[in-house]
C-alpha cells in the first residue's frame, strides 16, 4: 500500500473513531449536542466520506491535488467552528444569553409551530 493511501486510511480510523465517541456520548450518556457540535459532526462525517474515498480511488497527481485540498478546505472549517465555540464558552459571562446560539431541537419546535 502506499503511502499516502495508509496516510488517509489512519486519518479515516481516526474520523471513524472521533463519530463513534460523538454518538456514544449523545446517546449513551444523554449529551445533547448544540448546533456547533452538530455542525461540526456533519463536517468530520464528510471528511469521513472523503478519506474513504482517498483509499478506495486510484490517484493520479490531478486527483491527489483535490483529496489534498477537500481535506484542507473543510478541516479549515471544522477549526474555524470550533474557535467560536471555545470562544463562546470562555466569553460565556460577557455575552448575553440571546446571544448564545440555541440547541438543535429549536430549531425543529420552532418549524413545527
Known sequence: MKKYRKNYLYALFIALILISATI??????GLEPC????IQRYILFLLTIIFLGAVLHNHTIKSKFIYNFLVIF???????????QIWL???SSKIKKTYFIPKSNYFLNSIND
Do not use: G, K, P
Not at 448546533?35 to 452538530?38: G, T
Not at 478541516?75 to 467560536?84: K, T
Open 35 to 38: 448546533l456547533l457540535c452538530l
Open 89 to 91: 464558552q470562555i466569553n
Open 24 to 29: 456514544y456520548l449523545q446517546y449513551y450518556q
Open 74 to 84: 473543510f478541516a479549515f472549517i471544522v477549526i474555524i467552528f470550533s474557535l467560536i
